[in-house]
């Protein structure tokens, strides 16, 4: 079994940055893929970035494209989300996820084996 632990979120200031930590243990699997996911009070859980095992495919959500960031540190176990310029519409709680493996990308949530428990992110105007 795979647990992720998200971490980093809080409560900012539009404008703000935050950068959120997704650490992965347990048993793991060849050449997952991992993501990040919100989901808002009475919405869809939304896609938000994703990331190649490799670390050299990346996709983002065209909503936070130009402003958050996907990485990963593999020798930690670790993938960040780091979001710059936060709006009070990026209020939500964030996930990540990760596959079991595989040459994709997953855009939608059942593509993904494994999530993490969540962590709030709230933006004041």
């Known amino acids: 079994q795979v647990q992720l632990v998200e971490s980093g979120g809080g409560l900012v200031q539009a404008g703000d940055s935050l950068r959120l930590s997704c650490t992965a243990s347990?048993?793991?699997?060849?050449?997952?893929?991992m993501g990040w996911f919100r989901q808002a009070p009475g919405k869809e859980r939304d896609f938000l970035a994703g990331?190649?095992?490799?670390?050299?495919?990346?996709y983002y959500a065209e909503s936070v494209k130009g402003r958050f960031t996907i990485s990963k540190d593999d020798a930690e176990n670790t993938v960040y989300l780091q979001m710059n310029s936060l709006k009070p519409e990026d209020t939500a709680v964030y996930y990540c996820?990760?596959?079991?493996?595989?040459?994709?990308?997953?855009?939608?949530?059942?593509?993904?084996?494994?999530w993490g428990q969540g962590t709030q992110v709230t933006v004041s105007s």
């Open positions: 990331i190649w095992w490799s670390g050299m495919s990346r």
């Open positions: 347990g048993r793991t699997f060849n050449n997952p893929s």
């Open positions: 996820a990760a596959t079991r493996g595989g040459p994709l990308i997953p855009v939608q949530a059942r593509g993904y084996d494994y």
